[in-house]
């Protein structure tokens, strides 16, 4: 079973800049993709960005140019840096990794961008 612990969330102001790491433990199937998503308060949850073990990406169209996901395959972390940030952007950041074995979601970092 994998476990996912993320960190980095917190209160910033619109234009600054926050770093979200999620770690993966345990067994990890080394073909898989880890993806950040986020959930607005009164909104469904919504795809942010996504990191293939090859190191393929994809992001949704309202964080293009300003997030960027990264990942170090030796330390199993996954990391979403968020830049360029705006009120819009506030929400609880959930990370989730995905192989033919798990699909594991982490208790989710709270990020407030204040205008």
């Known amino acids: 079973q994998v476990q996912l612990v993320e960190s980095g969330g917190g209160l910033v102001q619109a234009g600054g800049s926050l770093r979200l790491p999620c770690a993966a433990s345990?067994?990890?199937?080394?073909?898989?993709?880890m993806v950040w998503y986020r959930q607005a308060r009164g909104q469904q949850r919504e795809l942010v960005a996504a990191i293939t073990s090859g190191g393929s990406t994809n992001y949704a169209d309202s964080v293009k140019g300003r997030f960027t996901i990264s990942r170090n395959n030796a330390k199993n972390t996954v990391y979403l840096q968020m830049n360029s940030l705006k009120p819009e952007d506030t929400a609880v950041y959930y990370c989730?990794?995905?192989?033919?074995?798990?699909?594991?979601w982490g208790q989710g970092t709270q990020v407030t961008v204040s205008s």
């Open positions: 989730n990794f995905r192989s033919r074995f798990d699909n594991v």
């Open positions: 345990g067994s990890i199937f080394s073909i898989n993709v």
